[in-house]
């Protein structure tokens, strides 16, 4: 409360809460100040994941536990400030995920959005709904919320990458339901890629005859870092400047609306030349990063970081971010930009 109160008053407001409390009435001028804030104050902290450090105990999980066995063998990246809560911001959650030669992780479908940046290894596979993405270092594949997927590694070499999904969001929603599929993988309908062929080239196909077996709403899941890589190439050597707080960028697009890939979760690549360090940027979305090619430096506010690559750095809300490219520096990041956007919450400041 604001105002000074008499001794009197003090001690009537307090029988007042106290006969209030067991009907779970709460005075609301008690809390206001910590309920409305005046800008954001995440709970989460700025950290780094060393992917080699990490991926030493994923291996070692891989002798102790199958991928059936798990259901899905991952390592969860709880943010130092979420104790308990298994997520990387306040509304996301990050994870590393290894699938070993020959193994199948088995299909089952949920909730949540998930997107899946692969970090090592070639050739194994996600399927969606029934068609497979072989998924290559870099790659981009998303399972959308209600969708059956499996994983697959028919190759001779483990495969590693990043999960990220909206598992919080979810949570807070209480709007969660998930399903296992009755055989191990879901039934093949579709060649590998056919979505990607249909939809991944800035074109889609003509209503006609056949109805289209992918959602309406989602139909592509795969972005190959051999097309987003040259992209992010192209704009650099358009001759136009780097944003001065976000380097050469370009954001991952759902083809249908031009908006985000996923209702609640976005993503987006960034490249910056070496020697480039942008100016402080602050933004509602907390983000997790990977850094994919070069190295360079985080200031997250007043801490210095030191990134290599396949480090994962998460930056939270509102805390203030400057980054310098010691060589040519790119990154790979997702946030809940999607969500925020739609319920109007979404703000930055740039300095």
């Not at 130092?80 to 990387?88: E, K, M, T, V, Y």
């Not at 994919?292 to 030191?306: C, F, P, S, T």
């Not at 396949?310 to 509102?318: C, K």
Request: proline fraction near 9%; charged fraction near 25%; include cysteine.
């Amino acid at each position: 409360m604001a105002g000074p109160l008499s001794n009197d008053q003090a001690s009537q407001l307090q029988a007042l809460y106290a006969e209030m409390a067991p009907k779970n009435l709460l005075p609301l001028w008690e809390s206001l100040a910590q309920l409305v804030l005046p800008e954001p104050s995440s709970p989460a902290r700025p950290h780094k994941w060393d992917y080699d450090g990490a991926r030493a105990y994923l291996m070692r999980a891989g002798d102790l536990i199958s991928a059936k066995q798990a259901e899905r063998r991952v390592l969860i990246l709880e943010n130092p400030g979420l104790d308990g809560l298994s997520a990387i911001t306040p509304s996301l959650y990050a994870g590393l995920q290894l699938i070993l030669p020959g193994e199948v992780a088995p299909a089952h479908r949920h909730s949540q959005c998930a997107l899946r940046f692969v970090l090592e290894g070639d050739g194994a596979f996600t399927s969606v709904d029934g068609e497979k993405a072989v998924m290559r270092p870099f790659d981009l594949v998303l399972t959308p919320g209600g969708q059956w997927h499996d994983h697959g590694n028919p190759t001779d070499q483990p495969m590693v990458w990043l999960d990220g999904l909206d598992i919080p969001t979810v949570r807070h929603f209480d709007a969660s339901f998930a399903e296992q599929y009755e055989a191990e993988q879901f039934p093949e309908q579709a060649p590998p890629g056919d979505s990607l062929n249909r939809y991944g080239r800035n074109m889609r196909p003509l209503k006609g005859r056949s109805a289209d077996r992918r959602p309406a709403h989602q139909p592509l899941f795969h972005y190959p870092y051999a097309e987003w890589r040259p992209a992010l190439d192209a704009l650099a050597a358009s001759g136009a400047d780097p944003d001065p707080h976000l380097g050469h960028a370009l954001e991952f697009l759902n083809p249908v609306n031009g908006g985000p890939i996923m209702a609640t979760i976005s993503a987006h690549v960034r490249l910056m030349p070496a020697g480039f360090e942008t100016r402080a940027r602050r933004a509602t979305d907390g983000t997790v990063f990977v850094v994919v090619e070069g190295e360079g430096r985080a200031w997250v506010e007043d801490e210095e970081i030191a990134l290599v690559p396949r480090d994962i750095l998460v930056v939270p809300s509102w805390k203030a971010l400057r980054l310098k490219a010691d060589s040519r520096l790119v990154l790979f990041g997702y946030s809940d930009k999607a969500c925020q956007e739609k319920l109007n919450l979404y703000r930055e400041d740039n300095t």
